[in-house]
């Protein structure tokens, strides 16, 4: 088995800091939690509902980052995914084509991004695989694009471009 050289999961403190829906959740929950202490005869149990809903939001987002673990080796990106019913998922690093980031201005301060690969691989063949709140992205995006260079010089492999030009 090859060496893991990195092993992440999606970021739920980057996705609360770097996201507008994050920043939603947290002005929510301080928004409710606020109201509970200053005036809770008032406005009855609303102020507790902001608060629980804020935290069934960071409790999902946690569950759902906790259900999927990617690992890079020197030769493939590996996929844990799931909590209770569990699969791997590999992708070897010479099948990728292209590796993009996408982030927002807020992503940026937080370090966050989202890692678009295109691969001639199965598991992609409905579309790009996307790894969402990845922190350090822009970091590991490199890193990735020199492990996909290198197995495909290890390899001997090629990518071709077939363009139809009309004439």
Known sequence: MDDIRDSFRASVPGWLG?????WGTIVLGVA????????????????????????AIV?????ESMGAKFEVTDERLIIRRGIVFKS???I????????????T???QLTG?????????????????FLMRDVPRAHARREELRRLVDAARRKRGVREI?????DI
Do not use: Q
């Open 18 to 22: 770097g996201t507008l829906v994050g």
């Open 32 to 55: 409710g939690f606020a109201v509970l202490v200053a005036a809770a005869g008032d406005w009855g149990a609303w102020p507790l509902l902001l608060t629980a809903a804020a935290l």
């Open 59 to 63: 409790l999902l987002k946690w569950v």
């Open 88 to 90: 791997i998922d590999e």
């Open 92 to 103: 070897e690093l010479y099948r990728i084509k292209d590796v993009r980031m996408n982030f």
């Open 105 to 107: 201005l807020l992503n």
């Open 112 to 128: 966050i991004g989202t890692i678009c690969l295109t691969t001639s691989d199965e598991t992609t063949r409905a579309g790009d």
């Open 161 to 165: 471009d077939m363009v139809h030009e």
